[in-house]
């Protein structure tokens, strides 16, 4: 797979300020997601992102750290934090940026030390890929957190696309969840190739949690269908 996010990232910090990826998917109208905002500070995340990680402790593991904009925010802030992103080029753009702890792995078969918090955000869950891939992969996060460790993430209900012109929902009845989603990304004619990714609203991901005896605990939620939460 190209390294869409990597190769972004890059040329912004070397002074492409109008770097984007080209956000394409199988739901919804082609988006850009804007390399500045894989590097915007404390200040500029929403609400519900900040407290999450607020609620940050001890020994942290950010999954999927990409230029490591909560990593340093929480490094700077004197915690331990190991920033793993599976991108190269996102590792080495950490390390320049004063990241200490920086690994260049697959979150799957990661398993080298325990954290007091595991960090998913910008919907970080949906590396899992889909809902049913979602038990397992929690079960793999539960061998990397300490006693009393805690998983932080957030992500969003996209029921809210399936609201029709009088105001009611009306998702379509399949045999996949609502919030799977086939992702192609694209920049300077590289593309991702498709793969599988997801948003998880809080009722599901709280009734799988309890199967799994995990706790959850709502933090914040959005003004748009956006929360975070953790699972202890």
Known sequence: ???????CCKDYL?????????????????DYLSAKYLFRDFEEMPEHEQ?????????????????????LYLQNLGYNV????KSKICCEIMEKRGLKNVVCADIFSYSEKTFDTI???MNGIGIAG????????LDHLRTLLKPGGKIIFDSSDLQYLYID???AFSIPL?????????????????????????????YTIEAIANELNFKMQFLSQGSHYDYSACLY
């Open 165 to 167: 012109n009088e105001g």
């Open 119 to 121: 960090l998913l955000l």
């Open 1 to 7: 797979m190209e390294d869409i996010f990597g190769n």
């Open 14 to 30: 070397e002074g492409d300020k109008t770097a984007k990826i080209t956000v394409n998917s199988d739901i919804a109208e082609t």
């Open 82 to 85: 190991t920033s793993l992103d």
């Open 51 to 71: 407290r999450a990680l607020l609620q940050a402790r001890g020994d942290i593991l950010d999954i999927g750290a990409c230029a490591g904009t909560h990593s």
């Open 130 to 137: 889909t809902l049913a891939n979602l038990p397992e992969f």
């Open 174 to 202: 399949t045999e996949r969840y609502y919030g799977e989603i086939i992702y192609n990304l694209s920049y300077k004619g590289k593309k991702s190739g498709n793969f599988n990714w997801f948003f998880i609203d809080p």
